[in-house]
């Protein structure tokens, strides 16, 4: 298992990356992240660029928006490997019409078997109203489930919202 899973989840523009970062530094250990994105456009081309020099130059970066073994692969107690996020990474596979449960299982597991610590950031998507379409129910049902199944392994649970941490479950 890993040595330690932490999750930081909150709401879009949360402060939870920023927060999650912050997290990896304060471990001391050689910092890896597992970049789920896809670049489809310039904005986001724009946001990962500003996310590459917000971290610096003593990340290691691993771009891969499906396979956590791609991420968690070759890692070392003396690694912290930082997922951001959850939210693309199953909106990737929800798109791409892959089996859920079967890429929850995966990721779960890959989680379980890293040697490294792991942090992983994921969006709170049921705080707000019904979605309209059933693509946007199905997505938030998914994220909500996906959430449930990574705070039940996580050591650690923190809820970011406007910046501010609040540990839901363990401790930082």
């Known amino acids: 298992m890993a040595s330690k899973v932490t999750i930081i989840l909150g709401g879009a523009a949360s402060g939870k990356s920023a927060f999650a970062e912050q997290a990896c530094v304060k471990t001391g250990k050689n910092k890896i992240y597992w970049a789920t994105s896809q670049i489809f456009d310039l904005e986001m081309k724009e946001k990962v660029a500003r996310h590459l020099t917000q971290r610096g130059p003593d990340w290691t970066t691993i771009e891969d928006p499906y ?24 909106t990737n596979h929800l798109i791409a019409e ?75």
Not at 72 to 88: G, S, W
Not at 114 to 137: D, F, K, Q
């Open 67 to 90: 396979t956590a073994a791609t991420a968690f692969e070759n890692t070392q107690p003396k690694d912290v490997v930082l997922m951001d996020c959850a939210t693309m990474w199953l």
């Open 98 to 172: 892959h089996n859920l449960e079967e890429e929850t299982d995966r990721l779960l597991s890959a989680i379980e078997t890293c040697p490294a610590e792991v942090i992983v950031v994921t969006n709170e998507t049921g705080l707000g109203i019904v979605p309209e379409n059933a693509l946007a129910r199905r997505f938030r049902e998914a994220q909500g489930r996906l959430n449930i199944a990574l705070a039940a392994k996580a050591d650690c649970v923190v809820m970011v919202a406007a910046g501010l941490p609040m540990v839901l479950k363990g401790a930082l």
